[in-house]
């Protein structure tokens, strides 16, 4: 099995429920609040050690109680935080977020220590990879960082996931550094300017990445590889009742990127990450919501025998 060197964004999500959501100027009072362990890159992170996986986390985070709290919680799992830092002058980045009875969210996140992200301090961090290794990325950290690092992990012979998000222009020198590219239908609209998912697939495949993932929320995921651009859809996992989409998607690519690291295939990796998101929405908060490799074990069995 090969590593997976998550590097990317470590938060503290302070998370509100409400009925729903307040119009501009309204005043409502919340039912719930909680402080969680968030960021995509935590998030994901977690989710692959519990899928299985060896990994390490590269990351910035501030010298305050957040930061601790965030490399305490980290270890906890199992994962090597060895590339995670406490920067001075900046403080552990957070994340506002407000989920309505539905489950629904609205996300506005502070990067804090995540902005402080350079190359040459993340590749101190990230240390060796090579063949077999998986480097995990999302946007949430400088992009001139990641499309560097995206370059040495390529010539490592690693493979390189990129998750998307939040969408934004990329640039051109990024797009053959992509192994696997996952977005979700808002993401891959944007990236490839307005198109149906299946349509977005071939272009984004014609822009030089060999992968990609459309994740579709409740109705799976899209996949497909360079020299075959027709769509090859991922049926979903029923849920047991929606609590919280927040982690859903790096629920996703945390245990997609530990099963490709395990050796599986392309499309077995998607079905398990289509169950670890099934999971995570049945728990509020991001981290608390990573489910454990035998959840995600079982709910692959249930739906087989189904």
């Known amino acids: 099995m090969g590593r997976v060197t998550v590097v990317g964004s470590c938060n503290i999500d302070?998370?509100?429920?409400?009925?729903?959501?307040?119009?501009?100027?309204?005043?409502?009072?919340?039912?719930?609040?909680?402080?969680?362990l968030g960021g995509k890159g935590a998030n994901q992170a977690v989710a692959a050690r519990r899928a299985g996986a060896s990994?390490?986390?590269?990351?910035?985070?501030?010298r305050d109680a957040f930061g601790d709290q965030v490399t305490s919680a980290l270890a906890s799992d199992g994962i090597d935080i060895g590339g995670i830092e406490h920067v001075a002058?900046?403080?552990?980045g957070n994340a506002s977020i407000w989920l309505d009875a539905a489950g629904e969210n609205e996300i506005l996140v502070f990067p804090g220590a995540?902005?402080?992200l350079g190359f040459v301090e993340a590749m101190r961090s990230v240390g060796r990879v090579g063949v077999g290794d998986i480097v995990l990325m999302?946007?949430?950290?400088?992009?001139?960082?990641?499309?560097?690092l995206a370059h040495n992990?390529?010539?490592s012979g690693s493979t390189v996931i990129l998750n998307a998000a939040p969408a934004t222009i990329l640039p051109d020198e990024l797009w053959p550094l992509i192994g696997v590219l996952v977005v979700n239908e808002t993401e891959a609209a944007a990236l490839a300017e307005g198109s149906s998912p299946d349509e977005a697939i071939g272009a984004l495949i014609a822009r030089g990445c060999h992968s990609v993932v459309v994740t579709l929320g409740a109705h799976g995921c899209l996949v497909a590889q360079a020299g075959d651009t027709s769509p090859l859809h991922i049926p979903p996992y029923a849920p047991n009742g929606v609590v919280d989409a927040t982690g859903a998607g790096d629920a996703f690519c945390g245990v997609f990127a530990s099963q490709l690291a395990a050796g599986s295939t392309f499309r077995e990796a998607s079905r398990w990450g289509n169950a670890a998101g099934s999971l995570a929405v049945e728990t509020v908060g991001a981290i608390p919501s990573m489910p454990l490799r035998s959840a995600i074990e079982e709910r692959l069995a249930s739906a087989t025998r189904v």
């Open 138 to 148: 999302q946007l949430e950290v400088p992009l001139p960082t990641v499309v560097q």
């Open 114 to 116: 995540n902005a402080s």
């Open 55 to 62: 990994v390490r986390m590269v990351a910035r985070v501030g």
């Open 89 to 92: 002058g900046a403080p552990t």
């Open 153 to 155: 992990a390529h010539v």
């Open 14 to 36: 302070l998370v509100t429920r409400t009925d729903r959501f307040p119009r501009p100027g309204e005043h409502l009072v919340a039912s719930e609040f909680g402080t969680y």
